[in-house]
């Protein structure tokens, strides 16, 4: 399979001395149109992970690399345009804009990446028929339910097409159904978008059910279910 992300001994430290490594030491390849969990204890070092993998956050030492371009270089401006047409991000908390609708927090990525309207706007609705979300484009996004927010929170993380998306315990905030809304969700968006997944989860059998499980302890890569 083709690499889409590829890390080599990516670490992150913290610390005055720079003593702690939350990450360290991370050499994986992520492929084209794979779902794989990542799983660890709370501290382990996941959303430290996710965040240099998205380029939210820079690492200490070593390298990431999205679709064979090295990133560690690129000015702060380059990044951002990178993560924004590279990266779709699904966190816990949905962040979605109250005072705007529906529709219109699904498209904030595609306005700020200055894409053309009309396809951008075309796009946000399938994604909400596909999201179920249809009837509600015009609601303001305040007024949905916690799994209603959680799933426009995916359609604007998509609208950009993203080839990789990244999920920090999307679930964490909502019950076992809408759980398995999302899931089933990210599911029948990478077979119909081909679209890879990395999602942080403390389900085991949720993680159970991806293609690939990684588990990091202490910031190192423990298991590996692709590795040889
Ligand atoms: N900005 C920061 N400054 C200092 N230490 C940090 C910072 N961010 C994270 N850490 C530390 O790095 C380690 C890994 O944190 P991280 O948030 O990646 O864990 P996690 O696996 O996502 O945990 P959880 O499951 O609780 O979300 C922790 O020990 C944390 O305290
Ligand atoms: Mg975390």
């Known amino acids: 399979m083709a690499e889409l992300v590829g890390l080599e001994n990516v670490s ?3 610390g005055p001395t720079a003593q702690m490594l939350a990450v ?3 050499t994986l390849t992520l ?3 794979e779902v794989a969990a990542l799983i660890g204890d709370s501290g382990s070092g996941k959303s430290t992970l996710l965040n240099m993998i998205g380029l939210l956050d820079r ?4 390298e990431v690399r999205l679709e064979g371009r090295a990133t560690q270089d690129m000015t702060k401006v380059r990044r951002a345009q990178l993560r924004n047409s590279f990266v779709g ?4 908390y949905h962040y979605l804009l109250p005072e705007f609708s529906v529709l219109e927090n699904v498209l904030m990525p595609a306005r700020i990446g200055a ?3 009309d396809s951008a706007r075309r796009r946000a609705l399938e994604l909400l028929a596909l999201l ?3 009837s509600l484009a015009d609601k303001n996004a305040d007024q949905l339910s916690g799994g209603e927010k959680q799933r426009a929170a995916i359609g604007r993380a998509l609208i950009n097409e993203p080839p990789l998306v990244l999920a920090d315990e999307p679930t964490g905030n909502l019950d076992s159904a809408n759980s398995d809304d ?3 969700l990210f599911r029948s968006i990478n077979e119909q978008m081909g679209m890879t997944f990395l999602v942080v989860t403390h389900n085991r059998a949720v993680s159970a059910q991806m293609d690939r499980v990684l588990e990091i302890a202490d910031g190192r890569l423990i298991r590996d279910d692709l590795a040889a």
């Open 115 to 117: 894409r053309p309207q």
């Open 59 to 62: 690492p200490t030492g070593g």
């Open 89 to 92: 991000f699904v966190f816990q």
């Open 182 to 184: 999302v899931y089933r």
């Open 12 to 14: 992150k430290a913290y």
């Open 31 to 33: 492929h084209r149109q």
């Open 24 to 26: 360290d030491g991370v």
């Open 132 to 134: 179920n979300l249809e």
